[in-house]
């Protein structure tokens, strides 16, 4: 037995089974040829930021595309971070978004899959595994150096301007300690952290291929990283590369952020004797600010938070057709070609991605979220209406759900159409999009008559109108009847021809039924009014006429 075999065995006498011993109980996965296995690996903070959806959803997206596997892991090795249940809490937020995973953590203690456990806590023994061998090859060793002594260290660098940081080199005190001195620290008790021992060399560069930003040249890494901490729980980086190899990740997509890690985890990979996954750098998705560009910040914008989407009551088709808009500068263009195909036949390229970072822009959300909600059938936009209110908005909710067939009519209006209206951007607007139904809600207001009607022309429209008025009509008797008051009262039914001679007329059939329209809704921009009429019923609009009638008479 060598020396670092001894030293292995002294580290990790508990451990009997063999990095050997994983590769057969993770086994490389029966995928057909080209399919990607991604990951999402949130810490358990419980707050999803959008950027972290956003790069859920590409993950997501390489996966389906290709006939592969997406999974959730939980990377909780930092319990400061960590908060009571939040894993739930992001599970939530992919869930309400239409992120599902195909294994991984799936609930609080619940997961799925062959190729777990898929939170990092309960991975110790696979960690320490790998560890042994490692030490037991001369690739780690133990660091016994004090949180004192490495303090004097970065002073020590500081001063000296050394442009590299950490424990390397001259630095690396416990480097090349021997075996005995080795073991007659372990026999004192004295604390350590496991450390990598870098071959990295200062004058040498790598390189490697991102998916997205390219070729990437980098120095090497040349610091001897902690692998475990001194109670034996791996930092991040070494975990991670253990956790990608057995779970067999194929591609590793996240934040830029994480590019200039990539020289150590691309030595981890290769200490460790695996292979090294494709990577895939996401620029962060910006916010314009005072003519510049900013990260969106989880401390200074309410939209960073994916709870704030599910607040305001996008639905999640909205959002991930609008992240898809990030995601791929020709989504739009394929969506105007393909305008109900499912979000999932479009042709997703990492290569299509942006080098920068998208700008997030609210004001676009909403444009692109009226086009989404206005193909939904009328029962969708009920259901959706429904649910959000019942969380945030109860008065609400107990009347839509006090009759759901008459709030499915007021929402069939004008739906179903070649060109459908385009009134709702998310599910707190359907209140007031459809207040002028329930008495409960709806406020009489005038002064919504069309500028060339004053109140006793308006009083005039309306006396005549409720004379006229029949429920049984069609909807082209109606407008026939409509037609036919206009000449009467100085209106003509041809609006062509009053705006070739406009002083000949008091106005023109719209304004005739612009006066109708807001007498009984209060408004003058509504879906269309016969549909209006025939929903809102006989009594209540002769009641609404007669209160019009009353307040512009006075």
């Not at 991604?38 to 997501?60: E, M, N």
């Not at 062959?114 to 061998?133: E, L, M």
């Not at 500081?158 to 001195?181: C, L």
């Not at 209060?522 to 209540?540: A, M, V």
Request: contains cysteine.
């Amino acid at each position: 037995m060598t020396e670092y075999e001894q030293l292995a065995t002294l580290l990790f006498p508990d451990v009997r089974q063999t990095v050997a011993d994983l590769e057969q109980q993770f086994p490389p996965r029966a995928l057909k040829d080209g399919a990607r296995v991604t990951r999402f690996a949130p810490s358990p903070t419980g707050f999803l930021h959008i950027g972290g959806l956003f790069s859920a959803l590409i993950s997501k997206l390489n996966a389906a595309t290709t006939g592969g596997v997406f999974l959730l892991r939980i990377e909780d090795t930092d319990k400061k971070r960590e908060i009571d249940d939040g894993v739930s809490e992001i599970i939530k937020g992919l869930t309400a978004f239409g992120i599902d995973v195909d294994e991984g953590v799936i609930g609080f203690g619940q997961e799925t899959g062959a190729y777990g456990p898929y939170q990092q806590s309960h991975r110790a023994a696979i960690y320490h595994t790998v560890a042994k061998q490692l030490v037991a090859q001369g690739l780690a060793y133990p660091c016994f150096l004090t949180e004192e002594q490495l303090a004097a260290i970065r002073d020590e660098q500081e001063a000296q301007g050394t442009p590299i940081k950490g424990i390397f080199g001259k630095w690396a005190r416990y480097r090349d300690a021997d075996f005995e001195t080795q073991k007659a620290l372990l026999a004192e008790g004295r604390p350590y952290t496991l450390r990598l021992r870098s071959p990295g060399r200062e004058d040498h560069r790598i390189s490697f291929d991102d998916l997205i930003k390219g070729k990437i040249e980098m120095p090497e890494n040349v610091q001897d990283v902690v692998l475990l901490k001194t109670d034996g729980i791996p930092t991040y980086h070494f975990a991670h590369a253990v956790d990608d190899h057995f779970m067999r990740t194929t591609h590793v997509i996240r934040g830029d952020e994480w590019i200039s890690s990539v020289p150590l985890h691309i030595q981890l990979f290769k200490a460790c004797g695996f292979r090294v996954p494709k990577y895939a750098h996401i620029s962060p998705i910006m916010k314009e600010e005072n003519g510049g560009k900013r990260k969106l910040s989880k401390r200074k914008d309410p939209e960073a938070a994916v709870t704030y989407y599910a607040e305001q009551g996008y639905p999640k088709e909205s959002v991930l057709e609008y992240l898809l808009t990030l995601a791929n500068s020709n989504f739009e263009d394929w969506r105007r070609a393909n305008p109900t195909a499912p979000q999932s036949a479009f042709p997703f390229s990492l290569k299509k991605m942006s080098v920068s970072g998208a700008l997030f822009d609210l004001t676009k959300l909403v444009d692109v979220s009226k086009n989404v909600i206005s193909v939904f059938p009328a029962e969708a936009v009920y259901t959706g209406a429904c649910a959000w209110a019942k969380q945030y908005d109860h008065a609400f909710y107990s009347l839509l759900a006090g009759d759901p067939a008459y709030a499915t009519a007021i929402l069939s209006i004008d739906r179903g159409t070649p060109k459908p209206r385009k009134d709702i951007a998310k599910w707190n607007e359907v209140k007031d999009y459809v207040a002028y139904f329930y008495d409960d809600l709806y406020e009489n207001d005038y002064s919504a008559l069309p500028d060339n009607i004053t109140a006793e022309m308006a009083a005039e429209i309306l006396t005549a109108y409720k004379e006229a008025y029949n429920p049984a009509d069609s909807k082209d008797e109606w407008f026939t009847r409509i037609k036919a008051l206009c000449e009467p009262l100085g209106y003509t039914p041809n609006v062509k021809e009053y705006k070739k001679n406009p002083d000949a007329y008091k106005g023109h059939v719209g304004d005739v039924s612009t006066v109708i329209r807001v007498a009984v809704t209060g408004r003058r921009n509504t879906p269309d009014l016969y549909s209006i009429l025939q929903i809102l019923g006989t009594e209540t609009v002769l009641c609404r006429l007669q209160t019009a009638l009353d307040a512009l008479t006075r």
